[in-house]
């Protein structure tokens, strides 16, 4: 199957001087990627930061006294491929040099070509067809991932990458987002009465008459760190047994949000970004989605809450073939982040120097005119409302310069961080219009 523009940014000279180790037989890559794999802090499942000046101006801020001077070198100039810029009159032209610089920023690493797919199970659940799915990668286990249609679906159906959240909670992934039985985890219970007003939204999408593709992201899931993987003295006493005990998984999440630091330094020593083995990884599901006979290849959309909001970011952006794209709960700007937000995320955010060229909202933005969406909590911890609103008028003026500010919606609703069946019903409509 063709790849379209990541194939071709891939094989690129300024992007290869970059890319990341050949991870399949690179040492310091099987340590850095298999046997340290990691994930975020405990304190990015939604729990708010301290309630920190936005603007600076000498205020209290995450950096103290050096937060001002910081903020101000954002402050001068607009980020040097930004598209707001006058300078840059030929869309096209703007595209292929601020996608080249992204790339070459996060550093994504080449996993190769298609993998082989495993359908390891199918049944039918809730009215709809699902299957239970894994592929290998050039690193750590197989990936596992869920896909799900409506049961009497005929023909060829626009598809839906639906990535789950970060939540603080490693151990799952995929199951975050669906219902494959009358009997859950009473932890993705918990999670889908939080998170989702106690739904499984990525079934729900799909009985409108998609095939959506719930993989999980590294590392979750059937991708996370296992004990027996790590040096004994990193441990700290658990092992992998008895995992789907609600205590153990306490304890691992735990864990791993600990870890997280060491798995992000050992990723920028291997060459890349935690981001940008977001985005490898959620490409390869990109492949499999769009090569699969029952789904429309022209018409993709992505979408999800936190984490799964800030995949949507990067894939979106950097993947022509996503149609349509909704960011829910995970928008702010680069500034927000420097002074008030950055103790409230995960390392999986952070990409070094990307915020001298693009503001972290004109990632989204980035394949304009291409229909994107990004829903806000306005009491979300997770960001200041000024962030939120900030990004919100970059990329209105990014679609209006565009010529397609209808293309573009930014919703606000009161609450915090979470996407409800409110949400879900404005987001899915969104899919509905463009896609269908």
């Not at 494959?180 to 939080?194: A, F, I, L, M």
């Amino acid at each position: 199957m063709k790849n379209n523009s990541i194939s071709k940014n891939l094989n690129d000279p300024g992007y290869s001087r970059r890319k990341f180790i050949n991870i399949s037989s690179a040492g310091l890559c099987g340590i850095a990627l298999k046997g340290v794999t990691s994930e975020g802090p405990s304190n990015y499942s939604g729990i708010p930061g301290p309630a920190f000046s936005y603007a600076g101006n000498g205020e209290t801020n995450l950096i103290g006294a050096y937060g001002e001077w910081a903020a101000a070198k954002m402050d001068s100039t607009l980020p040097s491929l930004s598209f707001r810029r006058k300078e840059f009159t030929d869309i096209e032209k703007w595209r292929k040099e601020a996608k080249k610089r992204a790339f070459e920023r996060i550093a994504i690493p080449d996993l190769g070509g298609m993998p082989k797919v495993k359908v390891n199970k199918q049944y039918e659940y809730d009215g709809l067809h699902i299957e239970e799915l894994s592929w290998e990668l050039p690193y750590g286990r197989p990936a596992e991932a869920i896909l799900l249609k409506p049961a009497s679906a005929r023909g060829k159906l626009p598809g839906i990458l639906a990535l789950h959240h970060h939540g603080g909670d490693k151990y799952f992934g995929k199951r975050k987002l669906v219902r494959t039985s009358d009997e859950r985890h009473p932890k993705v219970v918990e999670s889908q009465q939080r998170y989702y007003e106690d739904t499984a939204w990525a079934n729900e999408i799909a009985k409108r008459g998609y095939v959506v593709l719930v993989p999980d992201a590294f590392p979750f899931g059937s991708r996370r760190v296992m004990m027996q993987d790590v040096p004994e003295h990193l441990r700290q006493g658990l092992t992998d047994n008895d995992p789907e005990n609600p205590a153990n998984i306490e304890k691992f999440n735990s864990w791993a949000g600990r870890h997280e630091s060491t798995m992000a330094k050992s990723l920028f020593c291997a060459g890349t970004t935690w981001p940008g083995v977001w985005v490898a990884e959620d490409i390869k599901s990109l492949d499999i989605l769009c090569s699969r006979n029952d789904v429309d290849s022209n018409r993709i959309g992505c979408g999800g809450l936190s984490g799964g909001g800030m995949r949507t970011v990067f894939i979106s952006g950097l993947d022509e073939r996503i149609k349509c794209a909704v960011c829910v709960g995970l928008m702010t700007t680069w500034k927000d982040f420097l002074l008030n937000k950055s103790n409230t995320h995960t390392w999986m955010t952070f990409v070094p120097l990307l915020p001298n060229e693009l503001d972290f909202p004109e990632i989204l933005g980035l394949n304009v005119p291409s229909p994107r969406m990004v829903i806000n909590a306005e009491q979300d911890g997770l960001f200041t409302l000024e962030g939120m609103k900030e990004s919100d008028e970059i990329l209105k003026a990014v679609y209006a310069k565009a010529n397609a500010a209808e293309k573009y919606k930014g919703s606000f609703y009161g609450g915090g961080h979470r996407f409800n069946r409110e949400m879900q019903k404005e987001a899915f409509d969104w899919f509905d219009k463009w896609l269908k």
